[in-house]
């Protein structure tokens, strides 16, 4: 878990000394029940290294790379896994009232309880791990001003290619282009709002998110999750540490909620 860890902070760092416009690192722990004994530790967690490099005026390139560690404490049987989740490449349209991003994942998470840990630790990024999936992702965020209060609409859609397990890069490619030719894949729908009050450079507020398995053919209720977060955030002029606090709407999860930590640097 230490090694994982300072390759993040080595790669967060890393770009400060190349090209890149931002640099955001974030942390959220998970707490779930499994209705047995066994508790998850203290460090399971996923991780996500945002970095972002200008392109052309409004445009950047973005890449992501998720990490996650879990670790059940107190059972009969001890586990412990971790993995790489499935990094992100895209390009992100971006000004002070319009924000559009696509990306495409790359499959590389495996199958474990690390990979369950990040995919229930963000509801917004479950494709960050899961596996042997080429997710196809496009978003659209907006921003609306009301003095010191702004609100943050947006929606987007996730379109999942299921891909073999056992092929090298180039291969799951070609055959992630055969199927999106042909549709073939997972539809997701996501959808969401935030609202921030500001009171000088200590920023809160909230989020409401939600997503439905569109291509699910189940109705509303069964293809749809939704939860609430806080947060708080301090914007400083080249530096925004925040935290953040979630719980989800659907009491059949076994999810209990969410805590995050993040920071961001811009150049």
């Known amino acids: ?3 994982c860890l300072r390759s993040l902070v080595a790669l967060w760092a890393l770009p400060a000394l190349v090209w890149a416009q931002s ?3 974030e942390a959220l722990r998970p707490q779930f029940d499994f209705g047995a004994k066994a508790e998850p530790s203290t460090l399971t967690s996923a991780w996500f290294v945002t970095v972002a490099f200008p392109v052309l005026g409004d445009l950047n390139l973005v890449g992501q790379l998720p990490f ?3 670790k059940l404490e107190g059972g009969t049987v001890p586990v412990t896994d ?4 499935n990094p992100a490449v895209g390009l992100r349209f971006q000004n002070e009232r319009l924000n559009i991003d696509v990306s495409l994942r790359l499959p590389l998470a495996k199958t474990g309880f690390a990979g369950f840990v990040g995919s229930i630790a963000d509801l917004d990024r479950q494709e960050a791990f899961i596996p042997n999936v080429v997710p196809l992702t496009g978003m659209i965020r907006t921003k609306i001003d009301v ?4 609100l943050q609409p947006y929606g987007g859609v996730s379109f999942n290619i299921k891909t073999s397990s056992e092929q090298n890069a180039f291969d799951v490619l070609k055959e992630a282009y055969s199927k999106l030719r042909l549709n073939d894949g997972e539809l997701h729908v996501l959808y969401g709002a935030e609202g921030w009050l500001e009171i000088q450079k200590l920023h809160v507020g909230a989020n409401f998110s939600g997503r439905v398995w569109a291509s ?5 209720g069964e293809s749809s999750i939704h939860q609430i977060a806080f947060r708080a955030k301090l914007v400083f002029e080249h530096f925004v540490p925040g ?3 979630k719980l989800p709407f659907d009491t059949d999860l076994i999810l209990d909620n969410v805590i995050g930590l993040n920071a961001e640097i811009t150049f």
């Open 147 to 150: 003095s010191k209060f702004n």
């Open 1 to 3: 878990m230490k090694k």
């Open 243 to 245: 935290a953040l606090f």
């Open 82 to 85: 971790e993995t790489l989740g």
């Open 23 to 25: 640099v955001k690192i």
């Open 216 to 220: 699910s053919g189940g109705n509303f």
């Open 68 to 70: 996650a560690f879990g």
